[in-house]
């Protein structure tokens, strides 16, 4: 929607440890929750996404939580690896399809 | 490789100037997105195209303008250009149903000198 709040704007994690990644929205009328990856150098590209009749998706390592109420959905990555490494974007479109911040997530070795 | 096309990929100028970058969607998107992406920073929302009309405007400066064409292409106009303007420009297109899903061109670096 029109303000999409993402935090933390940095992370760092150890190589194996579990990240998570908040973004809080707020416009009610979303309906479709987005996560998309940028590593250094390339463009973003969506990693998984969520619809508000669903509360949580998995996709192998990574997960999407949502809680409509509260406004704000998450991302869960597990047994973090060093190709993780990279910025995370959240999005909640509605006639616009505005950005968070990112998150540049480390992997500590 | 995402299917959306971008060119140039870097483009070098002088400030006061004005170019022009260009998008290409993927086949059969019907949406152009606009992004800029600063040093350090996020993506800002500039303006969408919707098969050849404005569809929604952010934070775009009135020296920049952008149009899609009939062959549904892209251009993005950036003049009177300053140093702050350099940033990397990210084209994205969308398919026409379940259309949030953005595809992202690899982008056009702009160095404003």
């Known amino acids: 929607g029109e303000n999409v709040e993402q935090h933390p704007s940095t992370l760092s994690v150890q190589e194996g440890d579990s990240a998570v990644i908040k973004c809080t929205y707020s416009?009610?009328?979303?309906?479709?929750f987005p996560w998309y990856k940028q590593e250094l150098g390339k463009r973003p590209q969506l990693i998984i996404d969520?619809?508000?009749?669903?509360g949580e998706k998995k996709d192998q390592r990574i997960a999407v939580t949502l809680n409509k109420t509260a406004k704000h959905f998450s991302l869960h990555i597990t047994e973090t690896q060093p190709e993780d490494s990279a910025v995370y974007f959240c999005a909640a479109p509605d006639d616009k399809i505005i950005f968070g911040k990112g998150t540049r997530l480390h992997i500590l070795p | 490789d995402s299917g959306v096309t971008q060119t140039p990929k870097h483009l070098i100028t002088a400030t006061g100037q004005r170019v022009t970058l260009r998008c290409s969607p993927r086949?059969?998107?019907?949406?152009v997105y606009w992004y800029q992406q600063s040093l350090d920073q996020g993506l800002q929302f500039l303006i969408q195209y919707y098969n050849g009309e404005e569809r929604a405007k952010g934070n775009i400066l009135e020296r920049f303008s952008a149009q899609q064409f009939p062959d549904l292409h892209s251009e993005l106009n950036l003049s009177s250009l300053e140093l702050g303007d350099s940033a990397l420009y990210f084209c994205?297109?969308?398919?026409?149903?379940?259309?949030?899903?953005?595809?992202f061109g690899s982008g056009t670096q702009l160095s404003v000198l």
């Open positions: 086949s059969g998107d019907l949406s």
């Open positions: 416009d009610s009328a979303s309906n479709y």
């Open positions: 969520i619809r508000s009749n669903v």
């Open positions: 994205a297109s969308s398919a026409p149903t379940g259309g949030e899903k953005l595809f």
